[in-house]
């Protein structure tokens, strides 16, 4: 089993920055794939960026140029770097992870969620 641990969410105004960090315990060994998702209020969660075991990255196309993604594999943290906020970015994100090398539809393994707030 793995547990995933996120952190640094919270109120920001647009236009500001945030980081997210998100630890990994347990059986590591198993993991590959890791990355953020998010849900906002009314609507469906969405991939927001992916890192695959061979260091690729994808990113929503929303996010692209805004969010960056990296992983410290020594930590077993992995990290969501986003500047230039905007109030559509207002949602509960949550770490994922899986054992597949790359992210699938439906990730095995989920945080509780931290609240990223953006306000306009």
């Known amino acids: 089993q793995v547990q995933l641990v996120e952190s640094g969410g919270g109120l920001v105004q647009a236009g500001g920055s945030l980081r997210l960090s998100c630890a990994a315990s347990g059986s590591i060994a198993s993991i590959n794939a890791m990355g953020w998702y998010r849900q906002a209020p009314g609507k469906q969660r969405e991939l927001v960026a992916a890192?695959?075991?061979?260091?690729?990255?994808n990113y929503a196309d929303s996010v692209k140029g805004r969010f960056t993604i990296s992983r410290d594999t020594a930590k077993n943290t992995v990290f969501l770097q986003m500047n230039s906020l905007k109030h559509e970015d207002t949602a509960v994100y949550y770490c994922?992870?899986?054992?597949?090398?790359?992210?699938?539809?439906?990730?095995?393994?989920w945080g509780q969620g931290t609240q990223v707030t953006v306000s306009s």
């Open positions: 994922v992870a899986d054992p597949w090398p790359t992210m699938p539809n439906s990730p095995r393994y």
């Open positions: 890192l695959t075991s061979g260091g690729g990255t």
